[in-house]
């Protein structure tokens, strides 16, 4: 069964340090993707990105970067240099090609808050 | 294009009562999502649409949730008979297509509380 797990409910730092949020997934498929979504205080979810199973080049866009590692299950989140805008709650989420790439599965999420 | 549009953005209702959600999606996306977003909580899959087919629904969806996308471009979700656990944000989303490089734009949500 497919699970998405992120350890960390809660967590806050000081504008401009650095944050790392961890995501761990479970999935028996070889062929899947995992998502990042942001959730601020508005409601609205909003896409960060997709990375598929075969592609483990870790990404980087702006003060926001990603480490995938199947060796460990792992797609852990940075944001370098936080600011009062990141604050929200982020989900690490999970699809994959056995149970159905529209199914997608979301973790309980990790609330930020970045303290000015 | 103004996003995936949700309505209304807030329901109170009584134990009992029917209440029906519309999802408007982005015009040229043929797939169409409902989740559930209790609090505290990651948003959980309900159902879906191709154009205007239902391909999969949750084993949350019980017997009192139908939804429907008549012409594959709306969408409504209908409960029937609300109990206090429906106490939900219920979530649409659409996208183009599953291989496109990019997730679900999900609207704002109707919050449904059930008194």
């Known amino acids: 069964a497919q699970k998405v797990t992120q350890a960390q409910t809660e967590i806050s730092v000081v504008e401009k340090e650095d944050v790392t949020l961890d995501c761990v997934y479970e999935?028996?498929?070889?062929?899947?993707?995992l998502f990042w979504y942001k959730q601020p205080p508005s409601g609205e979810l909003v896409f960060l990105i997709r990375?598929?199973?075969?592609?483990?080049q870790n990404e980087i866009s702006g003060r926001y970067s990603w480490n995938f590692q199947k060796s460990t299950s792992s797609f852990n989140f940075t944001i370098t240099a936080s600011q009062v805008v990141d604050s929200a709650v982020y989900f690490c989420?999970?699809?994959?090609?056995?149970?159905?790439?529209?199914?997608?599965?979301f973790g309980p999420g990790t609330s930020l808050s970045v303290i000015p | 294009d103004t996003g995936v549009s949700q309505d209304p953005r807030h329901k109170i209702t009584k134990r009992g009562q029917n209440v029906t959600f519309r999802c408007d999606p982005i015009?040229?996306?043929?797939?169409l999502y409902w989740y559930r977003q209790t609090l505290g909580q990651g948003p959980e899959f309900l159902t879906y649409?191709?154009?205007?087919?239902?391909?999969?629904k949750s084993r949350l969806l019980s017997d009192r949730f139908s939804a429907e996308r008549p012409k594959g471009s709306f969408s409504t979700l209908e409960i029937q008979r609300t109990e206090q656990g429906d106490s939900a944000m219920y979530l649409c989303?659409?996208?183009?297509?599953?291989?496109?490089?990019?997730?679900?734009?999900f609207g704002s949500g109707t919050r449904l509380t059930v008194v």
């Open positions: 989303a659409s996208s183009l297509d599953i291989a496109a490089p990019y997730g679900y734009t």
């Open positions: 999935t028996r498929d070889t062929t899947y993707y």
């Open positions: 990375r598929n199973s075969f592609d483990e």
């Open positions: 989420a999970l699809s994959e090609r056995e149970t159905s790439y529209d199914k997608v599965i």
């Open positions: 015009s040229e996306h043929n797939r």
């Open positions: 649409f191709q154009n205007e087919a239902q391909l999969e």
